[in-house]
């Protein structure tokens, strides 16, 4: 499907989304700006309550009337409030780095899916983008009912026809192995290459599809188009703005990064596959991986800790294999109009 039947369908004039990065990354500003700017802005609800998922739909529209989505996390677990034994790794390297912290972390309840979906169309949301699961089929014709856009997240060819048949999704996000983050399909499946995904891509003419992973510069841009795409999702070039919330250390992190294997995949921050720099915490070898979201509480507060410090090693450094050809980090407008010449 062609670029202008993308932008016509999210009412937007460049056929490029900001990628919907969880922990702080951006701001209802950046957002707000993105979206003005004539690309699609992205909220991220993940590890939010939904008094924050709230209070940062408002802020970004108040902001701007233009389109945005809000990404979610599909996950019908009902993890109560628990509090755990954090494990002995991260205990010792906290009591390396002299942090007086509690051996102990407490996984908070993220909201209901059922109350999540409410707030969307209560707050006439008119994008929404789905990671790690499937939605339950009353909470997709909820959102079909309020004539909200559905986009789906996928990394292999196998679920195409899945999030087709189950989503009925107006948009799929293939994300590629080279995208940093997490891998956010809803199967165990690993990443389809491009060459086979585009093959199956064309057996769905009238569906549009969107590259994310390794895109960063005008040219990445084309040659997506070229390969079918109806247009990109960007998130490792955008979050080395000045703009963005992202450390002084995580952007200098990315600059200097122009090994090929500068990045890695990595269950050892969230205990969920994402693909990142190279730091020691991405490197860490657990004896028991307690998976996500477990880990990801459980190092969160290293992780603060060094964000505040601007150490790298045990930071979230969350990128793609794109992130060889960032060097500098420009103002968050000069890089968009840099994407649209």
């Not at 769905?204 to 997506?224: C, L, N, S, W, Y």
């Not at 600059?255 to 205990?271: F, K, N, Q, R, V």
């Not at 004896?287 to 969160?300: D, R, S």
Request: aromatic share 8%.
């Amino acid at each position: 499907m062609p670029a202008y039947a993308l932008t016509k369908l999210l009412n937007i004039d460049h056929p490029v989304l900001q990628a919907p990065m969880a922990g702080g990354i951006t701001s209802p500003g950046f957002v707000a700006d993105v979206s003005n700017f004539g690309m699609l802005g992205s909220i991220a609800s993940g590890y939010l309550s939904l008094a924050q998922v709230d209070r940062f739909i408002d802020q970004v529209q108040a902001q701007t009337t233009a389109p945005f989505s809000v990404n979610i996390f599909v996950d019908y677990d009902d993890y109560g409030q628990v509090s755990l034994t954090k494990p002995k790794e991260i205990i010792q390297i906290e009591a390396d780095l002299g942090l007086d912290v509690d051996d102990c972390f407490i996984i908070p309840p993220p909201p209901s899916m059922r109350n999540l979906i409410a707030l969307l169309i209560d707050r006439k949301v008119p994008i929404v983008s789905t990671t790690f699961g499937l939605l339950r089929d009353e909470d997709v014709a909820a959102l079909k009912q309020a004539g909200i856009i559905l986009m789906t997240t996928i990394n292999a060819v196998d679920e195409i026809d899945d999030a087709l048949r189950t989503q009925d999704s107006d948009i799929l996000m293939y994300q590629n192995a080279h995208a940093g983050g997490h891998k956010g399909g809803f199967s165990d499946d690993g990443h389809s290459d491009v060459i086979a995904f585009c093959a199956a891509m064309r057996r769905h003419p009238d569906k549009p599809f969107i590259m994310a992973g390794g895109i960063v510069t005008r040219d990445d841009i084309e040659q997506a188009l070229k390969q079918g795409f109806a247009g990109v999702q960007i998130g490792t070039a955008f979050l080395a703005t000045k703009q963005s919330a992202a450390s002084q250390a995580y952007k200098q992190s990315i600059i200097d990064a122009t090994d090929a294997h500068a990045t890695i995949s990595t269950t050892s921050i969230t205990g969920k596959s994402a693909r990142g720099l190279k730091n020691h915490l991405a490197q860490l070898a657990f004896k028991y991986n307690m998976g996500f979201p477990h880990l990801h509480y459980a190092t969160a507060p290293l992780r603060k800790h060094a964000k505040a410090i601007e150490n790298p090693d045990y930071q979230s450094l969350w990128a793609g294999t794109g992130v060889t050809r960032i060097n500098e980090i420009p103002e968050l407008h000069d890089y968009m109009q840099s994407l649209v010449k």
